[in-house]
């Protein structure tokens, strides 16, 4: 990443006219996304320091919508933000996540990223591009447990959906070893008391903006 593109792109967080579209694409209080903003560009986290520009701007995208969906005060944002962020994949579209698969689970801030970069792929723009929906949520009201959901459609597919926790998921032992598979039906519930949900259209419209944001600058994605 040149410093040109780290520029460019604080430039545009800190401007209220993006944080006031952003809340508006969002469909949220302005007051809550430009706290959540504003924190996380007061304490260095954004814009970060890859040297990627798509990737810079996914992570940078990433964290700003995990700290919007924190619903903490402005000065747990961060902290809250970074639980969010590193929580790992548990459970992946029915099949229980364990790292006796060889390796740890990816991390809701990774997959939030591959997210928003593949929304800027061409591909994406082809015929029926899949459709994705994130959620955040807690356990109680000090979130002690959280909770991250990547929900995906695609046309002729069933939903497949990704579960994040900040600790291992407790599954019952299965019989001789691991489950192979979970089946998780619409009756299916995380034990939570409370969350958000940006719902497909809404978050692509934020995924854009933030493209929009930069486009003809060093940070642009195209």
């Known amino acids: 990443m040149s410093d040109r593109a780290s520029v460019a792109r604080k430039k545009l967080y800190e401007v209220r006219g993006f944080r006031r579209e952003a809340a508006e694409r969002l469909n949220l209080d302005p007051r809550m996304v430009n706290d959540a903003i504003e924190a996380l560009a007061v304490a260095g986290v954004v814009p970060c320091t890859l040297t990627?520009?798509?990737q810079a701007l996914a992570t940078d995208g990433a964290w700003m919508l995990?700290?919007?969906?924190s619903r903490v005060r402005p000065d747990a944002i961060t902290g809250q933000t970074a639980r969010f962020a590193s929580m790992t994949l548990q459970i992946d579209g029915g099949r229980p996540w364990s790292t006796k698969n060889g390796s740890p689970g990816a991390t809701f801030e990774n997959e939030?990223?591959?997210?928003?970069?593949e929304t800027w792929t061409p591909a994406?723009?082809?015929?029926f591009p899949p459709v994705q929906g994130v959620g955040l949520h807690w356990s109680d009201g000090q979130g002690t447990l959280l909770f991250g959901t990547i929900d995906r459609w695609e046309r002729g597919?069933?939903?497949?959906?990704?579960?994040?926790?900040?600790?291992?998921?407790?599954i019952p032992q299965a019989p001789g070893g691991e489950w192979d598979f979970i089946h998780l039906d619409e009756s299916f519930r995380l034990p939570t008391v409370g969350g958000i949900?940006?719902?497909?259209?809404p978050l692509l419209g934020f995924i854009e903006l933030l493209a929009e944001g930069v486009e003809?600058?060093?940070?642009s994605v195209y």
């Open 112 to 117: 939030l990223a591959a997210l928003f970069r």
């Open 124 to 127: 994406h723009k082809a015929a």
């Open 157 to 170: 597919r069933p939903q497949h959906r990704k579960i994040f926790a900040s600790e291992p998921l407790r």
């Open 197 to 201: 949900a940006f719902s497909p259209l």
């Open 52 to 54: 990627d520009n798509a």
């Open 216 to 219: 003809k600058t060093a940070a």
């Open 66 to 69: 995990l700290g919007i969906g």
